[in-house]
């Protein structure tokens, strides 16, 4: 019933606050807020999405461009208001996001993060694994859009700057 009454749409400028204050929340700190706001102020492209309900926003998830494989990006931060976690938002924006980044033609995406949430989506650790990163192990993680993007990739991935500090 929740995720029936909640919106799924790319962000506008006038969210930026409650997507900031949403960041603090969802992580209990300054740390993604600020690389959020820093990608958003960035030159980079960037996909933005949030969930609204009730005209409140409970979700945010941004996908940045990365070097490396053609046309890659990076999936992070993903936030959702602690009040509101148990009722898929997370997943929603994921897929919604990832569908978006599909709509755009995009080619790959990669994760930092818990191997059994991303798994469900399709972000595969050993696809990632002869890819250069600041982030080396099993949270690194990588989901091809086109086939073979990552996988025919030799090389390494390089974030953006706004990611050295978190």
């Known amino acids: 019933m929740i ?6 749409r790319p962000c506008e400028p006038e969210d930026r606050y409650a997507i900031l204050a949403l960041q603090r929340r969802a992580f209990g700190g300054e740390g993604e807020a600020q690389l959020v706001d820093a990608l958003l102020d960035g030159p980079l492209e960037c ?4 969930a609204e309900l009730d005209g409140m926003i409970v979700g945010h998830v ?3 461009r990365l070097v490396g494989p053609e046309r890659a990006l990076a999936l ?6 602690p009040e509101w976690r148990d009722f898929l ?14 709509d755009e033609d995009w080619h790959a995406i990669f994760v930092v993060g818990d191997p059994v949430y991303y798994g469900r989506f399709g972000f595969k650790a050993d696809l990632a694994e002869h890819v250069g990163t600041p982030y080396p192990g099993p949270h690194f993680m990588a989901l091809e859009l086109v086939p073979g993007a990552v996988a025919d990739y030799r090389g390494d991935v390089r ?3 706004a990611f050295e500090g978190v």
């Open 3 to 8: 995720l029936q009454k909640t919106k799924f």
């Open 47 to 50: 996909i933005s999405m949030v």
């Open 62 to 64: 941004l996908l940045s």
């Open 76 to 81: 992070a931060p993903l936030g959702v208001d």
């Open 89 to 102: 938002i997370g997943t929603e924006l994921t897929n919604r996001a990832i569908a978006k980044a599909r």
């Open 159 to 161: 974030y953006a700057e």
